[in-house]
């Protein structure tokens, strides 16, 4: 039962371009939501966060937005840089005192030059 | 550079073998964690040392045993392994609980089981 789903396995998009990457979630518990960005052969890094007490939330190039009522996330890359070519995993965690933190199945992202 | 640092890199070991993987992180990061991912899946948790204690085990087979002698190492015992129990493990920290505190990620051990 995948309750962080990344309907998008693979996305490119040309540099200089906006990247878009999506991500619903099924379990009404969630209120904390993270991304997550992975090189090969590295670990997993994290970009941003949002809680569901807000619905957008930007860093520099990176914003994520929340649209609690659609169970649905995403994450804007503006502009797309090559170095933003990388495995994008979207995360989500139920509540203060939970410690699990449950992934989506990810989304490959390249940056055409 | 990362800095939770996962040893070794990769691990080859048959099914009879005894095996440990060692994480290790210096941010006084009181929360660690075992994640274990397999190929074009995400990553599954395995296990959660809060303060030094076990708080989460999601239900792992008996054959794979945490182990946090204090709050910068983290080590996961391997022993009478599966095939299928080939995968990245990789190791976490974050500063307190999940919720509110990211977590680093090492860069994982990749093991394959024979």
């Known amino acids: 039962d995948q309750q962080v789903k990344q309907n998008s396995p693979s996305l490119s998009v040309q540099e200089g371009r906006i990247s878009i990457l999506n991500c619903d979630y099924t379990?009404?518990?969630?209120?904390?939501f993270l991304w997550y960005k992975k090189y090969p052969a590295e670990g997993p890094t994290f970009l941003i966060s949002?809680?569901?007490?807000?619905d957008k939330n930007e860093d520099g190039r990176f914003t994520v937005f929340l649209n609690k009522s659609a169970k649905h996330l995403s994450l804007h890359i503006v502009p797309s840089q090559p170095g933003d070519s990388a495995v994008y995993f979207c995360?989500?965690?139920?509540?203060?005192?939970?410690?699990?933190?449950?992934f989506g199945t990810g989304t490959r992202l390249t940056i055409i030059p | 550079d990362t800095e939770v640092t996962q040893t070794p890199k990769h691990l080859v070991m048959g099914m009879t073998n005894k095996k440990s993987l060692k994480c290790e992180q210096h941010?006084?990061?009181?929360?660690m964690y075992w994640y274990k991912q397999k190929a074009k899946k995400p990553p599954e948790l395995m296990f959660v040392?809060?303060?030094?204690?076990?708080?989460i085990n999601e239900s792992v087979p008996s054959r794979f045993s945490p182990e946090c002698p204090n709050s910068s190492l983290l080590n996961l015992h391997l022993h009478a392994l599966q095939p299928e129990d080939s995968a990245l493990y990789l190791c976490?920290?974050?500063?307190?609980?999940?919720?509110?505190?990211?977590?680093?990620f090492g860069n994982g051990t990749r093991l394959t089981v024979t």
């Open positions: 976490a920290s974050s500063q307190e609980r999940a919720y509110n505190s990211p977590l680093h």
């Open positions: 379990n009404s518990m969630f209120d904390y």
């Open positions: 949002i809680s569901s007490i807000k």
């Open positions: 995360a989500a965690i139920a509540g203060r005192g939970n410690e699990k933190l449950t």
């Open positions: 941010m006084g990061h009181r929360a």
């Open positions: 040392y809060s303060y030094e204690k076990l708080s």
